[in-house]
């Protein structure tokens, strides 16, 4: 089965850098969730669109932003950044049409790494 | 703080062991949801719960919603050297109404170590 796709799998930044993760979800789903890992913690999440429009949003910094297209695929783009935004990124999909939204599948991640 | 208070941190038992490993809340759950993840790459869900009192199978897994909604416990048997992970508890929070956000709070977290 087709899961949840995330390029790239790995980043080096400089600090001050910016950073455009993408995130393909699971086909027909149409719920975007992105997390941020940090070492040795549990996701957190950041903030998440259902149907290309912002549905919720967590502790995501201001420099942080992102969207979901047309073809629901969703970018996280990061600025300006930091050595403590080094993390694991991951994205997650759902499909809250047929009221599964609460079954999240994760992309293997990208290793975002500032230095 | 966290809303998910997951136990134990960390097991190591012998090849052949069964193991388990629950997660509690202050707060109620409509969905449990319980993941494995490897070391840098991206949890993978085990089972999902969403109904108080399921209890559900997959494979040599099992695990169970609570009654009162606020626990969940999810068993191994006859352990595998290939069990070795972070396995996460996560649900979503609930709003006022008493539906879900969607985004998911996730437990600590239990380092599982297998000696074969």
């Known amino acids: 089965a087709a899961g949840v796709i995330q390029s790239p799998r790995h980043l080096i930044k400089e600090k001050r850098e910016t950073a455009t993760l993408k995130c393909y979800p699971i086909?027909?789903?149409?719920?975007v969730y992105w997390y941020q890992q940090g070492p040795g913690q549990d996701p957190q999440f950041l903030i998440s669109f259902y149907e290309k429009m912002q549905s919720d949003k967590g502790s995501i910094p201001d420099r942080f932003s992102a969207q979901q297209f047309s073809d629901y695929h969703s970018e996280l783009n990061m600025s300006s950044l930091e050595l403590g935004d080094s993390a694991l990124y991951f994205c997650?999909?759902?499909?809250?049409?047929?009221?599964?939204?609460?079954?999240?599948?994760f992309g293997p991640g990208t290793r975002l790494t500032v230095l | 703080g966290q809303q998910l208070n997951q136990s134990p941190q960390s097991m190591f038992i012998q090849e052949g062991e069964d193991v388990s490993m629950n997660c509690t809340s202050s707060s109620i759950f409509n969905t449990w949801l319980w993941y494995k993840q490897d070391p840098g790459e991206g949890p993978v869900l085990l089972i999902a719960l969403y109904k108080a009192g399921e209890l559900t199978s997959n494979g040599r897994l099992t695990a169970q919603f609570g009654i009162t909604r606020k626990d969940s416990f999810l068993n191994i048997s006859a352990s595998i050297p290939s069990d070795v992970g972070i396995y996460f508890c996560?649900?979503?929070?609930?709003?006022?109404?008493?539906?879900?956000?969607?985004?998911?709070?996730f437990g600590q977290g239990t380092i599982l170590t297998v000696h074969p």
């Open positions: 086909p027909r789903h149409d719920t």
């Open positions: 996560a649900g979503p929070l609930l709003n006022a109404g008493g539906t879900s956000y969607g985004k998911l709070t």
């Open positions: 997650a999909s759902s499909d809250r049409t047929s009221g599964s939204t609460d079954t999240q599948y």
